[in-house]
């Protein structure tokens, strides 16, 4: 395996970042996590762009143009020699001393892991997953944007847990006001009288790549979608439910907090989605070799 920091190549082994790095020292960093399918990157300038709008949001200086990042991408992916995977492209603060002051840390540091991907369960994508409600909130716009995918995703990691230790496949988790924000590392969507819903970001939503293939998908299917402020009680009455992100595709959810939703299997809204995505996955996006 060949990684890539900072313009150069180094195996696993030495691959290697400083105990200095304010993105160990404070989580003080930004990231994406990009998939690869038949030898095109799915995506990637929407990653590319929402990378710079959370340096953007955090005042991080990159160092490195779109295009840079996106061929450094394309390049950490030739050296793996790989036709399909997951890429995790890191920008952090770079090193400093001791003290969180990011003005002493002269340079950000840039690095790109290209690798295969495990997944979620084959009989989760044709049974559906069990997800429960987690009590860590989702954090509010106030603290920190929930918008900027940043390297602090504690919050994220504590409603992990939480959901794991309940069993579940996956934690939803509600903003500071009781409605639903999105799960831990996947947005959230429902079906209702044929119509998809689907949380607004100002509910503490990420705006999701494959949240806005979904979008796109749903126009082209001719299927209304909306944005209302959704609680639990909407998911426990939808007739369908589904999570989307880059590593879990779209996949279906059939129980939340022991409710049943719809008749307890994947519907046919679900099943539509999840085939039109894999077609655009396995048809679309930019070329690497
Ligand atoms: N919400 C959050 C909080 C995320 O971190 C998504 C939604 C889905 O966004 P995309 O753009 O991928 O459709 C994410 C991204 C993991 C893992 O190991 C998942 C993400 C990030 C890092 C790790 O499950 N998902």
Redesign the pocket.
């Known amino acids: 395996m060949k990684i890539y920091i900072d313009g150069q190549f180094y195996d696993k082994e030495s691959a290697k970042i400083s105990v200095f790095d304010h993105g160990l020292l404070y989580g003080d960093g930004v990231?994406e996590?990009i998939r690869f399918y038949n030898g095109r990157v799915f995506r990637l300038d929407e990653?590319v762009a929402?990378l710079f709008d959370s340096a953007k949001a955090i005042c991080l200086e990159i160092g490195l143009g779109p295009n840079e990042i996106a061929s450094a991408v394309l390049e950490t992916i030739r050296r793996n020699d790989l036709q399909d995977g997951y890429v995790r492209l890191v920008v952090t603060r770079g090193c400093g001393d001791l003290g969180l002051n990011p003005l002493l840390c002269p340079r950000a540091t840039v690095f790109i892991i290209a690798a295969k991907i495990t997944l979620y369960p084959q009989d989760k994508y044709e049974n559906g997953l069990n997800v429960v409600t987690c009590a860590t909130r989702r954090i509010s716009h106030g603290a920190l944007s929930?918008m900027v995918?940043s390297l602090n995703?504690l919050n994220?990691v504590l409603a992990k847990i939480e959901a794991q230790q309940a069993g579940a496949g996956e934690g939803l988790m509600l903003n500071e006001q009781g409605y639903v924000a999105?799960?831990?590392?996947?947005?959230i969507f429902t079906v209702k009288n044929g119509a998809l819903f689907t949380p607004p970001i100002s509910a503490g939503?990420?705006a999701?790549?494959?949240?806005s293939v979904v979008f796109e998908m749903a126009s082209e299917l001719g299927i209304a979608i909306t944005e209302p402020e959704i609680t639990r009680y909407d998911i426990y009455t939808a007739d369908e439910c589904f999570l989307?992100?880059?590593?879990?595709e779209v996949i279906p959810v059939v129980r939340l907090d022991s409710r049943t939703i719809g008749d307890g299997l994947p519907g046919p809204v679900t099943k539509r989605l999840i085939a039109r995505y894999r077609e655009l996955t396995a048809s679309l996006g930019t070329a690497i070799y």
């Open positions: 990231f996590g990653h929402r929930p995918k995703y994220n999105e799960c831990t590392g996947d947005n939503a990420l999701g790549v494959t949240r989307t992100g880059t590593a879990a």
